[in-house]
């Protein structure tokens, strides 16, 4: 493994709100667990003090409250609570469980670098990381949302997912940027968003410091900008070859930042998981969980600095118990990728992604159900042709060809097939060969259309518009018009 020298945990450094690589599952999955353990040594040896964390009264100096004790004073506390005879009792009973029934979904939320970098007021959320944990099923999930996504606003129409956070602070809507992007998520997916969480970045430096970095595995080179200690007021350039490493926080942060790969930022999504789950396994390992303990009393005082979230810290402090419960292996990754969306443009020119609903459903099915998928119209065993009319896409047929009538009778041929035809119009001009504009995310009209018609890829073209009569728009060629199955 190559070792990367790891600073010393800074202290009392200013946190600002900038770009934050949101590592969604830390918090809960991580930062909950241990919350969990510190309560646990806080309980048995009655020698712990939180400050500034509200919910959580501290206890009197005289009790003999401390912070930053050796190994070995941590060790024979240790020692000493497990031999402690207290029969009966286990510590955690004394943190309040969750409902035990209700599954809690969790957004966490990165906001762009460059807006805070340029001090604007308002800034665009960079990244968003649905987390789900399932207390009946002991099973947790997450799904990367890219910011490109092309979704609608509620109260502003449709935009780029990552603006709904800035609409909502700019506009001072109640609750603000994160209460809008958690609307916006819940109605895009269909699934309720509970709860929101926002770190920023140097919060995020600090705690993989505390936890002595994090392990991950790096596939191929990689080129980042770590920030410079001791401001972070500049960067640095460096090069990591594939390999096995172990990250301090400004690397871990640059390397879950950096899209400047072949995929972008769906490599990136990758990338933040993967930190997430290396994260997990850090805290979680028996040489880390005496010196969280330890350490527990400045980890959280400067969690709540820089943490901004509507969870209570006993929502945490509960959450956290039962994320140790859960098993690596029931935790399910999802990354809304270009397996499940298409490139396109927005009416401005900017390069939007536009879902695919059906695929997405089966994608948000698979990590926030505890039985699986649910049975979308992909997997009733349906021909091209059902899927198509179930789907119910609006078609306007345009005739760009010599063949006088071609549009009608088109357009009756389709509507015999049982899809709807919106309209019949003649072309801008002559096509030798046959169009097909997409408008709205209607999949399997296109996959139809394209098959029937023997149309290319190159020849269709995505031009997203909400406001569009049709979904669909099919410029019949030459082509069309020499060689068609109608009678």
Known sequence: MTEIEHPRTLLGIPLSKSNVII????LVLAIGAGIGLFFFARDLTQSWTLTEIPGVPS???????????SGEDVETIIDQAVNMDIPNVNPLDSVPKWDGASRVNILFLGLDYRDWEAGTEASRSDTMILFTIDPITRTAGMLSIPRDLWVNIPGFDYGKINTAYYLGEAYKLPGGGPALAAETVENFLGVPVH???QVDFITFIHLIDEIGGVFVEVPEDIVLYPLDYPDFGSFKKV????????????????????????????DRAQRQ?????????????????????????????????????????DNIMQLGVLALEIEMRDIERGIIGPDVLYTSK???????????PDEIRLLRDEIFTSNGVASPLANQGLSALELAQEEGARIAIMNGTLTEGLASETANYLAQQGLTVAATQNADGLYDVTRII????????LQYLAELMGIAPSQILNRY???????????????????????
Not at 23 to 26: K, L, N, S, T
Not at 242 to 248: I, M, S, T, V
Not at 438 to 445: H, S, V
């Open 438 to 445: 997409l408008y709205n995310g209607t999949p399997y009209a």
């Open 195 to 197: 709860y929101y969480a």
């Open 346 to 356: 927005d009416p401005t020119g900017l390069d939007i992604l536009i879902p695919i």
């Open 465 to 487: 518009d909400p406001q569009a009569q049709a979904d669909i728009a099919v410029i019949l060629g030459s082509d069309w018009a020499v060689n068609n199955p109608m009678p």
């Open 239 to 266: 090069t990591l070859e594939a390999g096995e490493y172990n990250l301090p926080g400004n690397y871990a942060l640059a390397y879950a930042r950096a899209r400047k790969t072949e995929g972008g930022d769906f």
């Open 23 to 26: 590592i969604a599952v830390a």
């Open 59 to 69: 206890l009197p100096q005289e009790q003999g409250a401390q912070q930053g004790a």
């Open 273 to 313: 998981q993967d930190v997430i789950m290396g994260i997990r396994r850090q805290v979680l390992h028996p040489k880390i969980l005496p010196t969280l303990i330890t350490n527990a009393g400045s980890i959280y005082a400067r969690l709540s600095e820089g943490v901004h979230t509507n969870l209570t810290f």
